[in-house]
Protein backbone atom coordinates (compact mmCIF):
# COMPACT_ATOMS: atom_id res chain seq x y z
CA UNK A 1 0.00 0.00 0.00
CA UNK A 2 1.52 3.29 -0.90
CA UNK A 3 1.10 6.21 1.52
CA UNK A 4 2.14 9.65 0.50
CA UNK A 5 3.00 12.37 3.26
CA UNK A 6 1.13 15.16 3.79
CA UNK A 7 2.67 18.56 3.71
CA UNK A 8 -0.26 20.31 5.94
CA UNK A 9 0.56 17.50 8.74
CA UNK A 10 4.30 18.39 8.54
CA UNK A 11 5.35 14.89 8.18
CA UNK A 12 8.55 13.27 6.35
CA UNK A 13 8.18 9.49 7.23
CA UNK A 14 11.55 8.28 9.11
CA UNK A 15 12.81 5.91 6.85
CA UNK A 16 16.21 4.75 7.79
CA UNK A 17 16.96 2.12 9.97
CA UNK A 18 20.41 3.29 10.57
CA UNK A 19 19.48 6.45 12.41
CA UNK A 20 17.67 3.88 15.42
CA UNK A 21 20.60 2.74 17.27
CA UNK A 22 21.39 6.57 17.51
CA UNK A 23 17.90 7.50 18.44
CA UNK A 24 18.23 4.59 21.65
CA UNK A 25 21.28 5.84 22.85
CA UNK A 26 20.51 9.55 22.92
CA UNK A 27 17.25 8.75 24.50
CA UNK A 28 19.24 5.69 27.17
CA UNK A 29 16.68 3.80 26.18
CA UNK A 30 16.11 1.11 29.28
CA UNK A 31 13.78 -2.12 28.83
CA UNK A 32 11.82 -1.33 31.81
CA UNK A 33 11.12 2.67 29.82
CA UNK A 34 7.57 3.62 29.21
CA UNK A 35 7.83 5.92 25.98
CA UNK A 36 5.80 8.31 24.58
CA UNK A 37 6.01 8.72 20.42
CA UNK A 38 4.11 11.98 18.83
CA UNK A 39 3.36 10.96 15.21
CA UNK A 40 4.91 7.27 14.08
CA UNK A 41 4.27 7.42 10.43
CA UNK A 42 5.17 4.23 9.16
CA UNK A 43 6.19 3.01 12.50
CA UNK A 44 9.76 2.69 11.66
CA UNK A 45 10.41 4.05 15.27
CA UNK A 46 7.48 2.53 17.03
CA UNK A 47 8.31 -1.01 16.13
CA UNK A 48 11.72 -0.19 17.25
CA UNK A 49 10.88 1.01 20.66
CA UNK A 50 9.00 -1.91 21.12
CA UNK A 51 11.55 -3.92 20.79
CA UNK A 52 13.66 -2.06 23.47
CA UNK A 53 11.18 -0.66 26.13
CA UNK A 54 8.53 -1.90 28.28
CA UNK A 55 5.49 -0.01 26.82
CA UNK A 56 4.84 2.56 23.88
CA UNK A 57 2.26 4.95 23.58
CA UNK A 58 1.73 6.25 19.76
CA UNK A 59 0.57 9.20 19.17
CA UNK A 60 -1.23 9.41 15.37
CA UNK A 61 -3.74 12.29 13.88
CA UNK A 62 -3.73 10.97 10.51
CA UNK A 63 -6.07 7.93 10.49
CA UNK A 64 -5.20 6.99 6.87
CA UNK A 65 -1.90 5.46 8.16
CA UNK A 66 -3.94 2.64 10.48
CA UNK A 67 -3.20 0.21 7.82
CA UNK A 68 0.43 0.86 8.06
CA UNK A 69 0.42 0.63 11.55
CA UNK A 70 -2.24 -2.46 12.16
CA UNK A 71 0.83 -4.98 13.10
CA UNK A 72 1.55 -2.44 16.29
CA UNK A 73 -1.77 -3.36 17.55
CA UNK A 74 -0.35 -7.13 18.28
CA UNK A 75 1.80 -6.31 20.30
CA UNK A 76 0.79 -6.17 23.61
CA UNK A 77 3.46 -3.46 24.72
CA UNK A 78 1.84 -0.61 22.08
CA UNK A 79 -0.98 1.36 22.33
CA UNK A 80 -1.71 3.36 19.24
CA UNK A 81 -3.85 6.34 19.91
CA UNK A 82 -5.53 8.28 17.11
CA UNK A 83 -6.15 11.93 17.98
CA UNK A 84 -4.57 15.47 18.09
CA UNK A 85 -1.43 15.43 20.40
CA UNK A 86 -2.63 18.72 21.15
CA UNK A 87 -5.77 17.95 22.31
CA UNK A 88 -5.42 14.81 23.76
CA UNK A 89 -5.22 14.56 27.85
CA UNK A 90 -1.71 12.61 27.50
CA UNK A 91 -1.09 13.16 31.43
CA UNK A 92 -4.14 11.02 31.79
CA UNK A 93 -1.98 8.16 29.71
CA UNK A 94 -1.70 4.78 31.93
CA UNK A 95 1.05 3.49 32.34
CA UNK A 96 2.51 7.36 32.67
CA UNK A 97 4.99 7.52 30.15
CA UNK A 98 8.95 8.26 31.41
CA UNK A 99 10.48 9.82 27.92
CA UNK A 100 9.40 11.42 25.07
CA UNK A 101 10.76 9.96 21.71
CA UNK A 102 10.07 11.14 18.68
CA UNK A 103 10.64 12.05 14.85
CA UNK A 104 8.00 15.40 15.55
CA UNK A 105 6.01 16.63 13.08
CA UNK A 106 7.42 19.98 12.10
CA UNK A 107 4.32 21.83 11.92
CA UNK A 108 3.75 20.95 15.84
CA UNK A 109 7.22 20.29 17.39
CA UNK A 110 7.71 23.25 19.47
CA UNK A 111 4.34 23.65 21.18
CA UNK A 112 4.50 19.74 21.70
CA UNK A 113 7.71 20.10 23.39
CA UNK A 114 6.66 23.41 25.22
CA UNK A 115 3.59 21.97 26.34
CA UNK A 116 5.18 18.66 27.14
CA UNK A 117 7.08 20.59 30.55
CA UNK A 118 5.19 20.96 32.60
CA UNK A 119 1.73 19.19 30.90
CA UNK A 120 3.65 15.53 31.70
CA UNK A 121 5.73 15.91 34.59
CA UNK A 122 6.30 12.29 34.69
CA UNK A 123 8.49 12.80 31.83
CA UNK A 124 12.28 12.91 32.87
CA UNK A 125 13.83 13.10 29.13
CA UNK A 126 13.46 13.79 25.67
CA UNK A 127 14.97 12.86 22.28
CA UNK A 128 13.39 14.48 19.40
CA UNK A 129 13.92 14.61 16.14
CA UNK A 130 13.09 18.11 14.76
CA UNK A 131 14.61 20.94 12.10
CA UNK A 132 17.97 21.96 12.57
CA UNK A 133 16.43 25.24 13.05
CA UNK A 134 14.33 24.52 15.62
CA UNK A 135 17.11 21.93 17.38
CA UNK A 136 19.11 25.33 17.43
CA UNK A 137 16.65 27.72 18.83
CA UNK A 138 16.12 24.99 21.80
CA UNK A 139 19.41 25.69 23.89
CA UNK A 140 20.44 28.70 22.45
CA UNK A 141 22.70 31.54 23.95
CA UNK A 142 21.04 35.18 25.08
CA UNK A 143 21.24 38.04 23.09
CA UNK A 144 21.58 35.67 19.72
CA UNK A 145 18.64 35.29 16.89
CA UNK A 146 17.78 32.37 18.03
CA UNK A 147 17.00 32.66 21.31
CA UNK A 148 13.71 32.82 22.29
CA UNK A 149 10.81 32.15 24.58
CA UNK A 150 11.06 27.86 23.61
CA UNK A 151 14.95 28.14 24.91
CA UNK A 152 14.43 30.17 28.03
CA UNK A 153 11.61 27.60 28.96
CA UNK A 154 13.36 24.51 27.61
CA UNK A 155 16.23 25.81 29.17
CA UNK A 156 14.31 26.63 32.66
CA UNK A 157 13.57 22.91 32.68
CA UNK A 158 15.78 20.88 31.54
CA UNK A 159 19.28 20.49 30.70
CA UNK A 160 20.54 19.19 26.94
CA UNK A 161 22.25 16.03 27.18
CA UNK A 162 22.45 15.06 23.74
CA UNK A 163 22.41 16.57 19.97
CA UNK A 164 23.01 14.62 16.62
CA UNK A 165 22.90 16.48 13.30
CA UNK A 166 20.55 13.84 10.46
CA UNK A 167 20.89 13.28 7.47
CA UNK A 168 17.70 14.28 4.78
CA UNK A 169 18.19 11.03 3.52
CA UNK A 170 16.66 9.09 6.43
CA UNK A 171 13.38 10.73 5.78
CA UNK A 172 10.72 10.33 2.75
CA UNK A 173 9.82 13.00 1.23
CA UNK A 174 13.22 14.22 1.25
CA UNK A 175 12.73 17.66 3.37
CA UNK A 176 14.23 20.88 1.98
CA UNK A 177 15.95 21.56 5.33
CA UNK A 178 18.21 20.03 7.67
CA UNK A 179 16.92 18.38 11.40
CA UNK A 180 19.17 16.99 14.12
CA UNK A 181 18.17 15.10 17.30
CA UNK A 182 17.93 16.85 20.70
CA UNK A 183 17.99 14.95 23.78
CA UNK A 184 17.17 16.59 26.84
CA UNK A 185 16.62 15.92 30.61
CA UNK A 186 13.93 17.55 32.94
CA UNK A 187 15.17 19.47 36.18
CA UNK A 188 12.74 20.69 38.52
CA UNK A 189 10.32 23.37 37.76
CA UNK A 190 11.22 27.19 39.08
CA UNK A 191 8.36 27.78 41.70
CA UNK A 192 5.51 29.58 40.01
CA UNK A 193 6.09 28.14 37.24
CA UNK A 194 2.71 28.90 35.00
CA UNK A 195 3.46 32.44 36.05
CA UNK A 196 7.17 32.54 34.67
CA UNK A 197 5.73 30.95 31.34
CA UNK A 198 3.33 33.74 31.24
CA UNK A 199 5.91 36.68 31.91
CA UNK A 200 7.99 35.10 29.03
CA UNK A 201 6.11 34.15 26.64
CA UNK A 202 4.62 37.74 26.59
CA UNK A 203 8.47 39.31 26.95
CA UNK A 204 8.81 37.68 23.46
CA UNK A 205 5.67 38.82 21.90
CA UNK A 206 7.06 41.65 20.17
CA UNK A 207 10.48 40.62 20.48
CA UNK A 208 11.75 44.11 18.85
CA UNK A 209 10.28 46.28 21.41
CA UNK A 210 11.78 47.11 24.97
CA UNK A 211 10.74 44.43 27.79
CA UNK A 212 8.33 46.91 29.32
CA UNK A 213 6.60 47.32 25.78
CA UNK A 214 6.29 44.06 24.84
CA UNK A 215 4.57 43.03 28.33
CA UNK A 216 2.59 45.70 27.92
CA UNK A 217 1.27 45.10 24.72
CA UNK A 218 0.63 42.08 25.76
CA UNK A 219 -1.53 42.68 27.79
CA UNK A 220 0.74 41.51 31.23
CA UNK A 221 2.04 44.52 33.02
CA UNK A 222 2.09 48.29 32.19
CA UNK A 223 4.90 49.67 31.12
CA UNK A 224 5.84 51.60 34.13
CA UNK A 225 5.25 48.54 36.37
CA UNK A 226 7.80 46.28 33.87
CA UNK A 227 10.21 48.72 34.31
CA UNK A 228 10.25 49.13 37.86
CA UNK A 229 10.34 44.78 38.15
CA UNK A 230 13.19 45.03 35.81
CA UNK A 231 15.31 48.04 38.05
CA UNK A 232 14.09 46.22 40.99
CA UNK A 233 15.79 43.03 39.86
CA UNK A 234 18.90 45.01 38.81
CA UNK A 235 18.35 44.94 35.29
CA UNK A 236 17.57 47.89 32.40
CA UNK A 237 14.46 49.15 31.65
CA UNK A 238 15.17 49.44 28.53
CA UNK A 239 16.03 45.78 27.76
CA UNK A 240 14.76 43.87 25.29
CA UNK A 241 13.69 40.24 26.03
CA UNK A 242 16.41 38.79 23.83
CA UNK A 243 19.11 40.26 26.44
CA UNK A 244 17.90 38.57 29.67
CA UNK A 245 19.13 35.02 30.52
CA UNK A 246 17.00 32.91 31.45
CA UNK A 247 16.96 32.32 35.29
CA UNK A 248 16.27 36.79 34.71
CA UNK A 249 12.52 35.74 33.66
CA UNK A 250 12.02 33.69 37.33
CA UNK A 251 13.40 36.68 38.67
CA UNK A 252 11.64 39.17 36.87
CA UNK A 253 8.10 36.96 37.75
CA UNK A 254 8.46 37.28 40.88
CA UNK A 255 9.45 41.20 40.70
CA UNK A 256 5.86 41.54 38.95
CA UNK A 257 4.41 39.54 41.20
Same mark, same amino acid.
Given at each position: ????? +??? @? &??????????? &??? &????????G????????????? *???????????????????? !??????????? $??????????? #??L? !???? !?? %????????? $??????V???????????R?????Q??? !?????????? +???G?V??? @???V *?E??G??????????????V??AL???? %???????YP?????V?AA??????? @?? $???????????????????T???D??????????????????? #?T
Amino acid at each position: MSVHA +KKQ @L &GQHFLVDDNIL &GVI &GRLAALDPGDIVLEIGPGLGVL *TRYLADHVSHVHAIELDRSL !APRLADLDARP $NVHLHFGDALA #LDLA !ALEP !AP %RKLVANLPY $NVATPIVVESLDGLPTVERWCVMVQREV !ADRFFASPST +KAYGAVSVL @LQLV *TERVGFHPVSRNVFRPRPNVDSALVAFA %RRELPPDYPRVKQVVEAAFAHRRKT @LP $NSLELAGLADRDRAGAALETIGRDPGIRAEALPPQAFVALAHA #LT
